[in-house]
């Protein structure tokens, strides 16, 4: 019997279908989707339905998910991400909400581990914080608080562990760590593909996203337009910018420990003193407000803050993740 689990699906319910026939599951075998199945793809209802009717699927809390939960329970105010899939769910949408609150944060099946966002490493399933399971902002500040590398280099759980939430190969295709960590979420959501894993044989399966839905749904539901903001007044980030702020976070991160790998292999590197070290840094970084970034995550002192008094306005923010996907 194998087990399909599912990167991001993000309300792509044409490529999830597609995913599923190129995987030739048989009626006995199970899928499961590492969360994020709801929020800016085109038809989010169909695919949260699938988990709802289907006996062998499960989904586990992505943060999207608990968004809505969140939201639901006063605790937020909804995305526009959200805002527009609650349009979509009409009348549905309180059940909707009700199923996602069951929701579990993981799945410990016979192979491996199955959360969404991250796993802090020394901590047993039972201590781990909902925050960095579900790969919320507030779990992904906690551990660039507390841990100066990548969540993955220190993973060390007993079985191999499957995530989504964050693409961090930047490519259409699977990010894969020491045969320990694999990140199955490919942007399908961008343009990019629709990834899972089938377990036992951890055989990878794609299929490429038809579109970037994301961009032309914005354009279909105006009413959820952020407010702009009035001249002379201070600049505001929504909750959507500090969401994409925060995806450009974890990018500019992994970007740092990655030059940062490339100065070490220089045996000489560590002895040098530490204003050689950072010169060295930059002229890798670049000085334009990226580099500065990239500065900022070597000091370890970039968070959403630091980030958008760089960025100065969300128009920058939007510039800055066009030109990296590029």
């Given at each position: 019997m194998q087990t399909?689990?599912?990167?991001?699906?993000?309300?792509?319910?044409?490529?999830?279908?597609?995913?599923?026939?190129?995987?030739?599951?048989?009626?006995?075998?199970?899928?499961?989707?590492?969360?994020?199945?709801?929020?800016?793809?085109?038809?989010?209802?169909?695919?949260?339905?699938?988990?709802q009717e289907k006996l062998n699927a499960k989904l586990i809390m992505g943060n999207h998910e608990?968004?809505?939960?969140?939201?639901?329970?006063?605790?937020?105010?909804?995305?526009?991400?959200?805002?527009?899939?609650?349009?979509?769910?009409?009348e549905t949408y309180p059940y909707a909400v009700a199923f996602m609150s069951e929701l579990p944060l993981y799945l410990d099946l016979p192979d491996a581990l199955i959360v969404h966002g991250y796993f802090e490493p020394g901590l047993p399933l039972s201590q781990q914080r909902a925050t960095v399971l579900s790969g919320t902002m507030g779990g992904d500040n906690y551990l660039h608080a507390h841990y100066d590398r990548p969540w993955y280099e220190l993973y060390d759980g007993d079985k191999p562990l499957l995530v989504g939430h964050h693409n961090y190969s930047n490519t259409d295709q699977p990010f894969v760590y020491q045969d320990r960590v694999f990140g199955l979420d490919t942007d399908c959501v961008t343009g990019r593909a629709l990834t899972g894993l089938l377990l036992p044989s951890f055989k990878i399966v794609?299929?490429?996203s038809r579109a970037n839905y994301w961009a032309q749904i914005q354009r279909v539901y105006p009413e959820t337009n952020p407010p702009s903001t009035p001249v002379g007044k201070a600049m505001e980030w929504s909750t959507d910018d500090e969401e994409r702020l925060l995806r450009l976070i974890d990018t500019v991160f992994q970007r740092a420990n990655t030059i940062l790998l490339e100065l070490h292999s220089d045996p000489e590197f560590a002895n040098l003193p530490a204003r050689k070290q950072a010169k060295l840094f930059s002229a890798k970084a670049g000085t334009d407000v990226y580099g500065a970034l990239l500065n900022l995550a070597r000091l370890n002192q970039l968070n959403n803050t630091s980030a958008r008094k760089v960025l100065k306005s969300p128009e920058m923010l939007s510039a800055m993740l066009r030109k990296l996907e590029e």
């Open positions: 399909l689990v599912i990167g991001d699906i993000h309300g792509y319910y044409d490529e999830f279908q597609a995913l599923l026939d190129k995987s030739g599951l048989a009626d006995e075998d199970s899928i499961v989707s590492l969360g994020d199945c709801v929020d800016r793809g085109p038809d989010t209802p169909a695919v949260l339905s699938f988990f608990r968004k809505h939960v969140r939201a639901n329970k006063h605790e937020i105010k909804l995305a526009r991400s959200q805002k527009i899939s609650r349009i979509q769910f009409g794609s299929v490429p």
